[in-house]
């Protein structure tokens, strides 16, 4: 605990903010690697000590600088513009924060196929192997 000095007769609050995580998720990352955007790409920056990202800048054509920035703040996906500094928005998922860009579409079709199978299935395929 930090001694802290005041003066004599001073009465001193000490405040404790809450620390907030700001650190994509393992599925915010992989929504990125999947993102498709004509122009657009994404550079996420990664912290030196951890290797953990931090947050993202959204880059249209060869621009070298940004026009969206992406972070997390606990559980919601924040986007702002970085010439107005403007909000876009607060989001649930990275995928949401991804369509919500301008010029992108309502909700983007996912670019990675998947194949839903039923649990029976699975544990055949399980017990198979």
């Known amino acids: 605990m930090k001694q802290i000095l005041a003066a004599e007769g001073a009465k001193v609050i000490q405040f404790r903010g809450r620390q907030v995580e700001a650190r994509f998720t393992r599925r915010d990352l992989l929504d990125f690697e999947l993102w ?3 122009e657009c790409r994404v ?3 990664r912290t030196e000590n951890d290797g953990v990202a931090q947050f993202a800048m959204v880059y249209e054509g060869e621009n070298s ?3 969206w920035a992406i972070s997390r703040e606990d559980r919601k996906v924040l986007v702002w513009d970085c010439i107005s500094l403007a909000d876009v928005g607060r989001f649930d998922c990275m ?3 991804l369509a919500a860009l ?3 579409e309502a909700d983007p079709a996912p670019t990675m196929p998947a194949q839903i199978i039923s649990f029976r299935d699975a544990v055949a395929r ?4």
Do not use: F, I, N
Not at 126 to 129: C, D, N, V
């Open 126 to 129: 399980r017990l198979a192997s």
């Open 95 to 97: 995928h949401h924060a």
């Open 43 to 45: 550079e996420v920056d």
């Open 36 to 38: 498709r955007s004509g």
């Open 102 to 104: 301008p010029g992108q």
């Open 65 to 67: 600088w940004a026009s």
